[in-house]
Every structure is written in C-alpha cells, then in structure tokens.
C-alpha cells in the first residue's frame, strides 16, 4: 500500500456519474463514493448547496436576515461571497430540523421559490447502475449535517438512517463514514464507531499506516481535500506548505 493514492468523492454528485465516472473505469482507478441519503431520496441536493442556490437566485441585490436574535447583513458587491460563506458558518450549528425550518424562512425572505440546484446529486438508479459498475459506495451520514454540533440523538439518526437507506436501496452493508466537512470530536468518534468500522476525516494528512489497528486512529482515518484548479496548488498543500505558512502568521499575530 505504500506509495499508493485512493480517490474519494464525498456527496454523490450528479457530475460524479455524468464526468467522473467514464474516466475512472477507462483508467481503471478504484473509487469509493460516500453517499448522504436524504438529499437523494428528495432529489435534489445537499443542504448546502441550497443554501447557496437562496443567495444566487435572489433578485434582491442588498438585503439582512434576522436569525437567532443576529441580524446578517449582505450586500451583492466584492465582500458577497464572503460574507455569504461566513453566514454558511453560523448554519452549521443548527441541527437538521433547525436547518429545515430556517429554509422555509429563507426562501420566503429573499422571494427564492424555486432553485436552480446547480449542484445535483445522484438519484438511487445512478447509484445502483454505480454500484453494479463495482465502484464502493459508503456512508456520508442521512442529511449531511455538521456532526460536532449536534445531539447525540441526530447523530445516532444521521448514522442509522444512512446505513438502513442504503441498504435498503442497493444492498450494500456500509462498513465506511466520511464525516461531512470533515468534522468530528470525541462523541462523534464514539458514536460512530457502533455503526462503522472505519471513518474520514480532511484532517490534510498522509494516511499512516501502522495506524489502522488503532480503534480510535482508524475512525479519523485522514484525507486530502482536492477542489484545487491547478496541480501545483494540490502539490502544495500535500507536502505541508500551507500548515507552515499558517504557523507563520499565528507566530507573527497576524
């Protein structure tokens, strides 16, 4: 296994199926995808990726929300997409019913009835046609909820529910949780461990490999986030670059 890579793709995306897919079986790479349920079931996407569609979609061009006593205030200039990102923050607080609610608010707020989804998941019949095409699909909890920030109630509900889903629909018994936004603590760990035997962080991290006995390391097993545009930004961040200038500017108080 040394000097090996494993590609993963979180969330199941419908771009996954249409331009991903026929690469990888051409090239003959091993894929694993972790699917989030809930989203697939109501066919459209993860939650926040709707919250974004609300911010695009509006015609309003300055406008606040009040939430929890908090008034956010946003404005479509240089600073929008800032600030929209810092408010998505705030969201991950909130537990999936919460969230729910939040968006009915939301929709209403900024007179966004339908959204575009620009970013859509696939439905169980691309995923079966997947899993026929013997790509591995695992679980990415049932609403992609910030696991951190919630009970241990939703999170108990969030692994069950994805485990049984999938199962139900294709067959396939997961053993694998990637934690959406790489997220995790104690209890998740702990929580997460009776519903599978391995888990996923983006913790940006070389897999070690002496490790994976290791009951509590093989639950935060790490990964490299990869959204970059060009090679050398993905270089970069794999060999540490961004950790040291990080450490830098915390030495320096920037």
């Given at each position: ?82 600030d ?84 139900t ?6 053993a ?15 929580l997460?461990r ?20 290791d ?17 050398e ?13 990080r ?8």
């Amino acid at each position: 296994m040394k000097n090996t890579a494993y590609v993963v793709f979180d969330d199941a995306m419908l771009d996954f199926y249409e331009s991903s897919l026929p690469i990888l079986k051409e090239q003959n790479v091993p894929v694993t995808v972790f699917v989030a349920t809930e989203p697939v079931t109501k066919g459209n996407t993860i939650w926040n990726y709707q919250l974004f569609d609300f911010f695009l979609n509006t015609l309003f061009t300055e406008f606040e929300l009040e939430i929890d006593n908090n008034i956010y205030r946003f404005k479509k200039d240089r600073n929008y997409y800032q600030d929209v990102m810092v408010f998505h923050q705030k969201m991950l607080h909130k537990s999936p019913d919460e969230i729910s609610k939040l968006f009915d608010f939301i929709s209403k707020q900024l007179e966004v009835e339908e959204i575009n989804n620009f970013a859509p998941v696939c439905s169980w019949s691309h995923l079966t046609q997947i899993s026929n095409l013997e790509i591995d699909l695992q679980a990415h909890t049932h609403s992609h909820s910030y696991l951190p920030k919630q009970s241990a109630e939703v999170m108990n509900k969030e692994f069950s529910l994805s485990k049984k889903e999938i199962k139900t629909k294709i067959g396939i018994e997961t053993a694998m949780i990637a934690y959406p936004n790489g997220g995790y603590n104690n209890q998740v760990i702990e929580l997460a461990r009776k519903y599978f035997s391995y888990g996923f962080s983006v913790d940006e991290k070389f897999v070690n490999l002496n490790r994976l006995n290791d009951p509590i390391y093989r639950m935060i097993i790490p990964r490299f986030n990869v959204h970059d545009q060009c090679a050398e930004e993905i270089l970069l961040r794999t060999f540490g670059f961004h950790k040291m200038l990080r450490n830098i500017k915390s030495s320096i108080g920037l």
